[in-house]
């Protein structure tokens, strides 16, 4: 009741400031596999608690789709995808769950051009340590090298929980355990990631990658984790529509770093907390980007340079035109930022580190404030930290 009466007032807030209240992953049910085979004719049987992984390693070679009914399967090694297809029968309704042995063991790794669909992935609660950093107990690991996750692909319709990152593509001086990956071309659309330990989605690569994210939902529902969704390197010419960050406790919700052009339509971020200081809700780092609104949501980050958006290096490549350090906000909705008090002494809307040479240009079309009148004076003095910040709101500096 507590949530509907939540998604009702953000409904009515958004309708009112003219927000698009599509922030909510709405699975859509797109069917099964047509063929005449599942994941049952090659031996697996739901909901018997028993291990499948030689149904589904033998439906793999068999087919280049591995269809899987309703109900709950048990693995306890990687499901492998290369130019292969793995589809369920709805995202609440086929469950994959995942006991492997290692840590370092993803649940599916995708390459090549492949469809995953209309399922959910997890790990079984005995193999969540809790303590999860890149690369552990991954829920879906993008292609490596040859094997790239190509342009295509199409992942949707999903729901990973109780992992320790959700979607994985790293670079290997990130993780030196893992090659590096990449996802190029891929359309992400209505994946939910909730329950992680380390990093909802984490994106890191070295080419322009072209990706497309539509209705994404990050949560940690309540658990402290790292970061939400953190685009980085080369994860470029990327774009978002629809990305919502809910009641979660994250040191960085979302990060774009040397993100060259990515356009971005409805980032959402509600009850989200942050538990670092000298950060922010959206860390901006070396990056370009065009965001047509950004929406806070009983948001307040309180604490030592704890800022709504949180600008980093301005990096120049030779030329002042040629930069990489801007970010253009079309409409900017803080709605309820705090109903008992005012923001803290030295908080800021947007800030940044001392040391930084040059500038790091903002623009904000439009702002809208919806709060009590005892504190919307106070967050009416839009608030920028000194620290090279060219900010304009409404066409004034």
Request: aromatic share 10%.
């Amino acid at each position: 009741m507590k949530r509907l009466k939540v998604i009702i007032a953000l409904a009515l807030a958004l309708s009112i400031t003219g927000i698009s209240a599509a922030a909510y992953t709405v699975y859509k049910e797109i069917g099964h596999n047509p063929g005449d085979f599942n994941v049952c004719a090659f031996g697996a049987v739901p909901n018997d608690g028993k291990d499948d992984t030689a149904a589904f390693m033998a439906m793999g070679q068999a087919a280049k789709t591995i269809y899987i009914p309703a109900g709950e399967f048990e693995v306890t090694e990687t499901i492998e995808l290369l130019d292969s297809s793995l589809i369920g029968a709805g995202a609440e309704k086929s469950v994959i769950v995942c006991k492997t042995k290692t840590d370092r063991e993803p649940i599916v790794e995708a390459g090549g051009r492949c469809v995953i669909r209309d399922i959910t992935l997890m790990y079984d609660e005995s193999c969540i340590k809790g303590n999860e950093l890149a690369g552990e107990r991954v829920g879906i690991y993008t292609g490596q090298m040859e094997k790239t996750l190509k342009r295509g692909t199409s992942i949707s319709n999903l729901h990973i929980k109780n992992v320790g990152t959700g979607i994985y593509s790293p670079k290997t001086d990130i993780d030196k355990f893992k090659m590096e990956a990449v996802s190029f071309s891929v359309t992400y659309e209505s994946v939910r990631v909730t329950d992680f330990i380390y990093r909802g989605i984490d994106m890191a690569n070295e080419t322009r990658t072209g990706n497309i994210y539509r209705n994404i939902y990050i949560s940690t529902n309540g658990k402290e984790a790292d970061a939400g969704f953190f685009l980085q390197t080369r994860e470029t010419e990327c774009e978002i529509t629809g990305l919502t960050v809910e009641n979660s406790k994250l040191k960085t919700p979302v990060k774009f770093e040397y993100c060259e052009a990515l356009s971005a339509t409805n980032i959402n971020f509600i009850d989200v907390q942050l538990t670092k200081d000298n950060t922010g809700l959206l860390y901006v780092d070396k990056s370009n980007v065009l965001l047509d609104s950004l929406n806070f949501y009983n948001c307040q980050p309180k604490g030592a340079l704890r800022s709504f958006v949180r600008l980093g290096d301005n990096m120049y490549r030779g030329a002042g035109w040629d930069s990489m350090g801007s970010l253009h906000i079309g409409d900017l909705n803080v709605i309820n930022p705090d109903i008992t008090e005012g923001p803290d002494a030295g908080q800021y809307f947007f800030a940044r580190k001392a040391g930084f040479v040059n500038a790091f240009k903002v623009t904000v079309d439009r702002y809208n404030l919806v709060a009590p009148d005892s504190i919307k004076a106070q967050y009416e003095k839009f608030s920028a930290s000194d620290r090279e910040i060219d900010l304009t709101i409404g066409g004034k500096k």
